[in-house]
């Protein structure tokens, strides 16, 4: 049996499921990260390397599965142009809102 690929939300602690709770709510509906990182899994729960078509299941801190989500697009872009798609789906208000979330 082939397991699917799987990522885990992380939060200030075991019990924080805000991200967890925002993708089931339809409010998260897109990630991001450092392209040096995309192939990096964030831990054991966690395989990196997605791709469009891909199913994850979702884990929360205290590798509990929550949800299974579909991968529907992968792309590259840069902190200068965020596309609209991407700061809405991470939840932001603005391009600006998700570049101060996301100072790496």
Request: aromatic residues 10%; negative net charge; glycine residues 10%.
């Amino acid at each position: 049996m082939i397991r699917l690929k799987r990522t885990q939300f992380w939060g200030e602690d075991d019990d924080d499921d805000r991200l967890i709770l925002q993708v089931l709510a339809g409010e998260k509906t897109a990630t991001a990260g450092p392209t040096v990182d995309y192939d990096t899994p964030y831990g054991p729960y966690d395989d990196g390397g997605y791709e469009a078509g891909d199913l994850v299941e979702v884990c929360d801190l205290k590798k509990r599965l929550r949800c299974i989500i579909n991968i529907t697009e992968c792309y590259h872009t840069s902190i200068g142009q965020i596309p609209e798609k991407l700061w809405r789906g991470e939840g932001n208000r603005s391009a600006a809102e998700f570049k101060e979330n996301h100072r790496y």
